[in-house]
């Protein structure tokens, strides 16, 4: 019996799983749909997304003292176009599966490969859409410019350059998105929290950092993605595939992480934030 199996039926005893009475019934591993733009189907693929128009605050108004600020911070945070810290931020920005597997190995100790920690690396593949998609009921309502288009400046991913043009700032679903990460791979690794969080703060701080989006965009993504996080806890199916990700981190089944490149890139983000 896989691991993923023995572990899906061990959840189902101990929670009283409808429908999961048997290992051979689900594996957390299995193939997922794929919905699409380089997606596969979240957890709660069969809800409706949280509405998030309804607990994230507006966003500042134009002239506004919070728009000041924002914009002070933007402006500030352009002196570090060109450094080593705008090419990670670059790199947070990739979030195609294998690269985005790799943005917490560091904090985490271990690397996270489909091979090797197949519920682990599901897990952020699926759960990824369930945090994304929660900002887009605000961001459709809102539909607040990004920075760039207000300062004229660059931003690290040009490539994305159009797209992101009709694609609104607030609130920001790469933090959402990593926010969220940082708080489920906290829970599966608590020891390491403190790391975790500190990385899940500095990925939505790269945000900033490619001209993309406002600080208050990135608090905003923040608060959904916890608030994703939050409704997962009642999913079955997530509860079962943290068990399997938790065994993989315990037996450290991800292999070691490359210890220079962490370094450097604690480097990196202590010189950025």
């Given at each position: ?210 001209n ?8 905003a993504g ?6 994703t ?15 399997v ?10 292999g ?18």
């Amino acid at each position: 019996m896989s691991l993923s199996r023995r572990w899906v039926l061990w959840v189902s005893i101990l929670f009283g799983v409808s429908g999961l009475t048997s290992a051979d019934e689900i594996d957390v591993t299995a193939p997922v749909a794929d919905i699409g733009h380089g997606l596969v189907q979240g957890y709660q693929h069969d809800q409706e997304p949280m509405n998030s128009v309804v607990f994230v605050p507006i966003p500042p108004e134009k002239g506004s003292k919070l728009q000041a600020a924002d914009e002070a911070i933007s402006q500030d945070i352009m002196k570090l176009r060109g450094s080593a810290r705008w090419d990670l931020a670059a790199q947070d920005a990739i979030l195609t599966f294998p690269e985005a597997a790799g943005i917490f190995q560091c904090s985490l100790g271990m690397k996270i490969t489909e091979e090797r920690t197949p519920a682990l690396y599901r897990l952020l593949q699926r759960s990824l859409t369930d945090f994304g998609l929660a900002t887009y009921p605000a961001k459709n309502a809102y539909q607040r410019p990004r920075p760039f288009l207000i300062n004229g400046e660059d931003i690290c991913t040009p490539g994305e350059l159009e797209l992101l043009k009709t694609d609104g700032s607030y609130p920001s679903g790469h933090s959402a998105i990593g926010w969220g990460w940082a708080l489920v791979l906290s829970q599966l690794a608590p020891e390491r929290a403190e790391r975790i969080l500190a990385r899940g703060r500095a990925y939505a701080q790269s945000r900033i950092v490619c001209n993309v989006h406002w600080k208050s965009d990135t608090e905003a993504g923040m608060s959904v993605g916890s608030a994703t996080f939050a409704r997962l806890q009642n999913n079955a199916l997530f509860q079962a595939t943290m068990a399997v990700a938790r065994e993989e981190i315990s037996q450290k089944l991800g292999g070691d992480i490359n210890e220079n490149a962490c370094k450097a890139e604690n480097v990196v983000l202590a010189s950025g934030n």
